[in-house]
């Protein structure tokens, strides 16, 4: 196993400065998060913080990578990078729009609260995406058969 | 032989042996991404300097929202320009909207930092990697949140503005850290001798390609402001198919928040003997019918609704100006008004008028919209309207103009 780019030593005047200004402005947002937001919620806002970021580390981000490794495996060199630019763009709006596909806002009685059907908006934007990475290989498919 | 086992442990092994499979491929991943432009330091710088761009947009815009919210003192609400708010909260809404492709690309193309080994080298690269559970995770978290409210959703135990905001101070105050440790790396990473992709890199075709990698990134970016900004940007409203408001739909022909049912005004609101108190620091209280309030004189005004949650609409109002009514009862100068409505007992249930937008010719108390009564849900009979206020403190179905 080759040694992978390890991240470099940081500059050592820009770290320091850096720690030090950040580290403050950390501080004072850790400190009124504690005065702020209730007995107990500081705990449940640090299980959030560091939840999220594990959600993304241990699951979302592998998710991306081995379906990309899935996609490099199946398909021919060509149809690569629109396929796997496409499934990516569909997969942000798929995770964007989850909340309002499933209308978790929408109040009764308010007609004003995510007035669409979401599904309907999410397929028409998939639709785009995937008739715009189909327009890419055509083009690219055109262009080399005309250079051959 | 062992016995054959159950099928719970076959299961747990065919799992366990799923998440192995998945991380040797990881490794090997991480592994070949070394020859990758779209995972090496420029990438990363370029991601990082867009990102570091979006978070201080969002950064100002919500400090100045969030003093517009819960006033500091030292700090005045001005009455002019009008449509401030409403800008600076639209861009702050559709600058977050445009960071959350930019912060998975970012961290997609360092995923293989994370990966490591030995995940540090000395005490200062510890720190530096420790600071990034704040970064990540607050900065996912300000996004996630945010997305959520702009949603009507809240999935928090805990209070979201609150918690957005002083998560903002921790996620910026790791931005720093992170900025600090990384300047140099960023200017060599920018600096031209870097701009040729490594040599070892794959043939081009694959899409390992730091430049349509990018290009894509802005291309998701752009695609969501697209679909989201008509919430806001009325021209293109009708593109808006993820927007969770339209400028156009709901009562009266545009978005409610809290509705006369949720407030639960609707008796109240209809009686008889609506009445309007002015009262504090002034030389003549007064208490006044709806008959009352339109004897002394209705004037018009364009003025938006500049909802926190970034949709905005802009609407001709006709009601009777605050500071006509200041001027009747006598106030006091250099007093705020504070403003309360039917519903009390809700955070949002008042709001002040500092002195400049007290006395401002468009902030009125509202009978009519677009030359219709106002409707329940939109404050009827009475509700404050005024100029660059957030939504939330235009309050409806008033009942008291105190002034301190």
């Given at each position: 196993m080759t040694a992978p780019a390890h991240p470099r030593g940081p500059s050592r005047v820009g770290f320091w400065i850096g720690l030090t200004i950040g580290g403050a402005v950390m501080a004072y947002g850790v400190r009124g998060a504690l005065d702020g937001l209730g007995t107990g919620n500081p705990t449940k806002l640090a299980v959030w913080v560091v939840g999220l970021d594990l959600a993304h580390d241990l699951v979302l981000a592998p998710i991306v990578v081995i379906v990309g490794l899935l996609l490099g495996r199946l398909l021919p060199v060509r149809l690569r990078g629109p396929v796997r630019t496409a499934a990516a763009m569909s997969g942000l709006v798929v995770l964007f729009s989850w909340p309002l596909i499933r209308a978790f806002g929408r109040r009764p009685g308010n007609s004003s609260t995510l007035p669409l059907n979401y599904a309907h908006s999410v397929a028409i934007v998939l639709a785009a995406i995937w008739l715009t990475a189909a327009i890419v290989v055509g083009i690219r498919w055109r262009r080399s058969s005309v250079a051959d | 032989m062992t016995a054959p086992p159950t099928g719970g442990v076959t299961m747990n092994g065919a799992v366990a042996g799923a998440i192995r499979g998945a991380i040797g491929k990881l490794f090997a991943w991480r592994d070949r991404t070394d020859a990758d432009p779209r995972h090496d330091e420029r990438t990363a710088a370029i991601l990082g300097i867009a990102l570091g761009a979006t978070f201080a947009i969002c950064f100002l815009t919500g400090l100045y929202s969030h003093l517009a919210q819960h006033p500091e003192p030292w700090f005045h609400l001005p009455a002019s320009p009008a449509g401030l708010y409403r800008v600076t909260q639209g861009v702050h809404v559709a600058t977050g909207i445009a960071a959350v492709p930019l912060l998975l690309a970012k961290l997609w193309a360092v995923f293989p930092r994370l990966l490591a080994w030995p995940p540090f080298v000395g005490a200062a690269n510890a720190i530096e990697r420790l600071a990034l559970l704040p970064l990540v995770g607050g900065a996912l978290f300000m996004l996630f949140s945010g997305v959520a409210n702009i949603d009507l959703w809240y999935p928090l135990p805990f209070f979201f503005p609150i918690a957005h905001y002083w998560v903002a101070w921790i996620t910026i105050g790791a931005l720093v850290v992170h900025i600090g440790a990384k300047i140099t790396t960023t200017r060599q990473a920018l600096s031209s001798s870097h701009a040729v992709p490594a040599a070892a890199g794959p043939p081009p075709g694959d899409g390992h390609d730091r430049r349509r990698f990018l290009t894509a990134v802005g291309a998701g970016a752009g695609l969501l402001t697209l679909v989201t900004v008509g919430q806001t940007v009325a021209p293109l409203q009708r593109l808006g198919l993820l927007a969770p408001r339209h400028?156009?739909?709901?009562?009266?022909?545009?978005?409610?928040?809290?509705?006369?049912?949720?407030?639960?005004i609707i008796e109240k609101a209809q009686m008889a003997d609506y009445r309007l108190a002015v009262k504090g620091r002034v030389a003549t209280p007064l208490d006044l019918s709806l008959d009352d309030l339109r004897a002394v004189g209705l004037n018009e005004a364009t003025l938006s609704?500049?909802?926190?949650?970034?949709?905005?609409?802009?609407?001709?109002?006709?009601?009777?100006?605050?500071?006509?009514?200041l001027a009747m009862a006598g106030a006091e100068p250099g007093t705020s008004v504070y403003v309360t409505g039917l519903e009390q007992g809700w955070l949002y249930g008042q709001s002040t008028l500092d002195e400049d937008q007290s006395r401002a010719a468009d902030t009125l108390l509202a009978m009519e919209v677009n030359g219709e009564p106002l409707a329940l849900d939109h404050g009827f009979p009475l509700r404050l309207i005024g100029p660059n206020r957030p939504g939330v403190m235009q309050t409806k179905w008033v009942t008291t103009l105190e002034v301190r």
């Open positions: - | 400028p156009d739909t709901g009562t009266q022909g545009f978005p409610v928040n809290r509705t006369a049912e949720e407030a639960g609704i500049a909802c926190v949650e970034g949709w905005s609409a802009t609407k001709r109002w006709r009601g009777v100006r605050v500071r006509d009514l």
